[in-house]
């Protein structure tokens, strides 16, 4: 993203870690995010939010920055010895596979079969299950819907997850869903992918379920997360139950924009003890 307030180019992170429940070790890596190597402070980096899931014990980072300051992939190897990382996306050069299609080489859902001594990792150390595998990847913005359905019924999501992923006939485009029990109800977890695509008329139903925004001149799309929202809702219903809640992790990418120049302008680092997590 190109802001001409503060004459940069932006970068966000969204940057996943599996802890929730020990609070002050998440502010410790958030913090850590903003500074330098000898521990100084980098002025023009933010965390504008921190999303964090008691039950998933998983917590999201919001980090925004200059290209040029957002070098995570870069250092982490030297920073952390004996991490090990797999690229996605526009890291993965040339081959650009998405982060579902490496999840899939590496079985990552399938814990039980995932054998650390057959992987092999594009930086870092050999695997080791006190690090685990850290993925590491770039793209057009992306955010996070979550919607959740009233039951406890894990194959209703399942089956609702599959109608709107992108990859599937009907689905919505650059949606990628699963579904997880949560909390005693069932999430639609979906990744809000942004994508272009230039046969889509702006005059048609169907581009009005779209939003856009412009990098460097380039027309971007995302699926509205009210219509996300409103088309679980309407499977949900085809099952008899009911949605009972929509999470925005992080924010839509004007928002983010919007708010990384605020808090870059203030030299607000720690931008995110001035905000709580966004629900739709």
């Known amino acids: 993203m ?16 599996s802890e929730a429940r020990k609070q002050d070790i998440v502010e410790r890596i958030a913090k850590a995010a903003l500074c330098d190597k000898p521990g100084q402070k980098k002025t ?5 939010n921190i999303f964090s899931d008691y039950d998933y014990n998983r917590s999201v980072l919001t980090l925004a920055g200059p290209i040029e300051t ?13 991490c090990s990382m797999f690229y996605f ?6 081959l650009k596979r998405n982060l579902v299609q490496r999840r899939k080489e590496l079985n990552w859902y399938k814990r039980t079969c995932l054998n650390v001594n057959e992987i092999r990792p594009d930086v870092g150390a ?9 993925g590491i990847g770039a793209s057009p913005y992306v955010m996070n819907c979550n919607v959740t359905i009233d039951t406890q019924d894990l194959n209703i999501g399942q089956q609702i997850a599959s109608a709107i992923r992108g990859a599937n006939a009907g689905g919505l485009q650059g949606i990628q869903a699963m579904a997880f029990p949560h909390e005693g109800t069932v999430e639609i977890a979906c990744n809000v992918e942004s994508f272009q695509d230039k046969s ?12 856009s ?8 799309l995302y699926f509205s997360p009210r219509s996300i929202e409103r088309q679980i809702k309407k499977l949900a219903a085809s099952h008899g139950v009911a949605t009972v809640g929509t999470a925005l992790v ?18 607000c680092g720690e931008f995110w003890k001035k905000r709580k997590t966004i629900t739709m």
């Open 250 to 267: 992080g924010f839509t990418p004007e928002r983010c924009k919007s708010l990384a120049e605020q808090a870059i302008l203030e030299g």
């Open 44 to 48: 023009q980096t933010t965390v504008l």
């Open 200 to 211: 889509l008329s702006s005059l048609t139903e169907e581009s009005k379920k779209y939003i």
């Open 126 to 134: 050999a695997v080791s299950s006190k690090y685990g595998l850290t």
């Open 70 to 82: 957002l070098d995570i992939a870069e250092n982490l190897s030297h920073d952390v010895p004996g």
């Open 213 to 220: 925004y412009y990098i460097q001149g380039e027309e971007y």
């Open 2 to 17: 190109v802001s001409p307030r503060l004459g940069l180019r932006l970068a966000v992170c969204l940057l996943n870690i």
């Open 89 to 94: 996306g526009y890291a993965d050069q040339p």
